[in-house]
Antibody
Framework: QVQLQESGPGLVKPSQTLSLTCTVS??????????WSWIRQPAGKGLEWIGR???????NYNPSLKSRVTISIDTSKNQFSLELSSVTAADTAVYYC???????????????WGQGTTVTVSS | SYELTQPPSVSVSPGQTASITCSGD??????TCWYQQKPGQSPVMVIY???KRPSGIPERFSASNSGNTATLTISGTQAMDEADYYC?????????FGGGTKLTVL
């Protein structure tokens, strides 16, 4: 079955760019009707959706983060990536990648999640 | 922007029925999902398309969505069901999560 694994630096300095990669195994990132998403969770707080990439090339971002976020896909490596610029301590969180599966009638659900990776923003 | 509101906490006795609500404007007109998250673990989808259970999710998990409220119901709650639960919906090509509800099985 499909598995997702996040990777990237665990520590990022303020004002720099946070870069994470999600590697998809057990299936092709380019097949099927899926959205590939990033979600984050500050310690002790709830889930916050960051954005998603559709294999058609379209992207959607959380309006509150849109000016700082880029999600891209590398089909040759079966990976998708997150870049979040100008980070501050408020961006410290566990970052998850997830697959949103299409169930018809405009319905999606995030049925596969990575284990999450902790990113701390600190000098 | 669209918001989903959940109670911060719900308590239930083992074997009883737990209900967790999620409120949003005309929420019944859009599909919702529910996720279970145990401490230190990634979220797991327990309900999609308002009422459907993914493979492997116990039958004691059910849900409904009508009007302004979606409800996750856990019948015969077990100690292993103690977790945080999040509702989620889609609005104008963005994903919205509720604030989460901590379910305590006393």
């Amino acid at each position: 079955q499909v598995q997702l694994q996040e990777s990237g630096p665990g520590l990022v300095k303020p004002s720099q760019t946070l870069s994470l990669t999600c590697t998809v195994s057990g299936g092709s990132i380019n097949r099927g009707t899926y959205y590939w998403s990033w979600i984050r969770q500050p310690a002790g707080k709830g889930l916050e959706w960051i954005g998603r990439f559709y294999t058609s090339g379209s992207t959607n971002y959380n309006p509150s983060l849109k000016s700082r976020v880029t999600i891209s896909i590398d089909t040759s490596k079966n990976q998708f990536s997150l870049e979040l610029s100008s980070v501050t301590a408020a961006d410290t969180a566990v970052y998850y990648c997830a697959r949103a599966n299409y169930y018809g009638s405009g319905s999606y659900g995030m049925d596969v999640w990575g284990q999450g990776t902790t990113v701390t923003v600190s000098s | 922007s669209y918001e989903l509101t959940q109670p911060p906490s719900v308590s239930v006795s083992p074997g009883q029925t737990a209900s967790i609500t999620c409120s949003g404007d005309k929420l019944g007109n859009i599909y919702t999902c529910w996720y279970q998250q145990k401490p230190g673990q990634s979220p797991v989808m327990v309900i999609y398309q308002d009422t459907k259970r993914p493979s492997g999710i116990p039958e004691r998990f059910s849900a409904s969505n009508s009007g302004n409220t979606a409800t996750l119901t856990i019948s015969g709650t077990q100690a292993m069901d103690e977790a945080d639960y999040y509702c989620q919906a889609w609005d104008s090509n963005t994903v919205i999560f509720g604030g989460g509800t901590k379910l305590t099985v006393l």
